[in-house]
Each structure stands twice: as structure tokens, then as C-alpha cells.
């Protein structure tokens, strides 16, 4: 069994604020995260995968396929992009980091076996790298 991970970049901003609070909480949980306006991240994906060696071409994973599904099931969505205002999944659910790993699974498990059949590579986590101090895993 072989382990692939990918990286991949997506640029987004977010504002951290929970409608069930008020806004006093919501400053005093998210701080600077609560900011009206948002703020931004230069996030890094990584998604990790696992699966046998295909003895015909060597490969465990075919990365042209896992590139296309990621760009298509998460990147053209997330970047560039005003998670809360431009992401319908972030309509209701705030936008943290932890939520944006969830929904980047949710998204790559729904596609899966579109792109890669029943007997492809398996996908075995998903992590967000919000800063360099930051990192969430699914």
C-alpha cells in the first residue's frame, strides 16, 4: 500500500461569527477573526490518499485525475473567493478552518467514485493548513 499526499493553494477570506451569538461573544470567541470585513488566508490543502500499485504503470494514484478532481470539487469553489457570502455550504455553518476541512472532504467523497471508480485509490484524510501554526485534519 503507498500513501500519496497533494498539495494544493487556494486564496479565500472568511469572517468567523456564529448567528446564534451575540455579538459581544462573537468578538470575545473569534477576536480579530470577527472582523465585519473579514480577513483573508493563503490556505494550503492537502489531500491524502492511499492505494496499490497498478503493476501494468507503477503508479498508486493517477495524479492527473486527482488534480482535476480537486480543482473541480473544491479549488474552483473556494478560491478567490468570500467563503461566507460566495460558498453556499457556509450559508448557515460558520466558516472556520475546522468547517472548510469538513466540507473539502464532504465534496471529495461525493466525487470519488465518479473519478475514480470502485477499485481506485482510497482517500484517507483531508488537512487545511490555515497558517503556519494552524493545521486541521478529516
Not at 40 to 53: A, C, Q, S, T
Not at 57 to 81: C, S
Not at 95 to 118: H, I, K, M, Y
Request: hydrophobic fraction near 40%; include cysteine; aromatic fraction near 8%.
Amino acid at each position: 500500500m503507498i500513501r500519496l499526499t497533494k498539495r494544493y493553494r487556494f486564496a479565500a477570506s472568511h469572517r468567523l461569527h456564529a448567528a446564534s451569538l451575540s455579538e459581544a461573544e462573537n468578538r470575545e470567541l473569534y477576536g480579530k477573526c470577527n472582523n465585519p470585513y473579514g480577513h483573508g488566508h493563503d490556505f494550503i490543502l492537502e489531500v491524502r490518499v492511499r492505494g496499490r500499485i497498478d503493476e501494468s504503470t507503477g503508479l498508486a494514484v493517477d495524479q492527473g485525475r486527482l488534480d482535476a478532481l480537486v480543482k473541480r470539487a473544491v479549488l474552483d469553489d473556494f478560491h478567490m473567493k468570500d467563503l461566507n457570502t460566495q460558498v453556499a455550504a457556509f450559508a448557515t455553518v460558520v466558516p472556520t478552518s475546522e468547517n472548510v476541512a469538513l466540507e473539502a472532504r464532504r465534496r471529495l467523497c461525493g466525487a470519488w467514485q465518479d473519478a475514480f471508480g470502485g477499485r481506485g485509490p482510497a482517500l484517507e484524510a483531508v488537512r487545511v493548513l490555515e497558517t503556519r501554526r494552524n493545521t486541521f485534519e478529516s
